[in-house]
């Protein structure tokens, strides 16, 4: 799969500054994240670490503009993304983001192929790039053989590669991921870490929330989240 990703690799591809996420208001408040900073520059493999409540996902979900910070700002490619109306957000996630979740979310009628070929229609793709990219994705991912299988005929570490060759078809220039691995036994979540390192060796960034020690072993960069609060970068 050849990337046509042009980056920068000197500007970071986001950033969040001073963001706070609450739910609720008055004494009925509860705040999920509170303070946020992170920088993060393109062509990395990042995790945010965290137990269950940490604060984790709700900072993935911020970052990949699919919720709104209470308090501060993210910008992503240079541009503040926090203020935008959905209809704009939504246009980032469709054409510049990829979205892998710890469930797979395919669709269970439709195989291989048609999941990514669905992706790349929502994306805005052009029709007559559908089976070229679809099947370049499939291809990077190691499952163009089987294609034309529906999820019930794959394996969980299967299922999880047809998500990432869904979430890259289009080329996104970020990629964020929940809890990819959780699902998955120990050698098929490392398939799935290979597909990442991959990605990245290609120019993609990956943000990925885990608990998973083994991962910490081979990303780039991690946050850690305590109590909606960012506690270490290392």
Known sequence: MESNIAINHQEPIIQ????????????????ALRGANLSIRPGRLVALRGRSGSGKTTLLNLLGALDRPSEGAIYFSGEEITGLSEKQRDRIRRKQMG?????????????????????LRIAGVPSK??????????????????????P??????????VAIARAIAHQ????????PTAELDSKMGLQVLKVFKDLVNQGMTIILTTHDPAIMEIVDQVYSLEDGVIVDEG
């Open 99 to 119: 979205l892998i979740f710890q469930s797979f979310a395919l669709v269970p009628y439709m195989s291989a192929y048609e999941n990514v070929e669905f992706a």
């Open 129 to 150: 790039q559908y089976r070229k990219l679809a099947e370049e994705a499939l291809d990077f991912v190691g499952l163009k053989p089987r294609m034309k299988h529906r």
């Open 172 to 179: 996104p220039t970020l990629i964020l991921a929940d809890e």
């Open 152 to 161: 019930y005929e794959l394996s969980g570490g299967e299922q999880q590669r």
């Open 16 to 31: 969040a500054i001073g963001v706070k996420r609450a739910f609720g208001k008055g004494t009925g408040e509860v705040v």
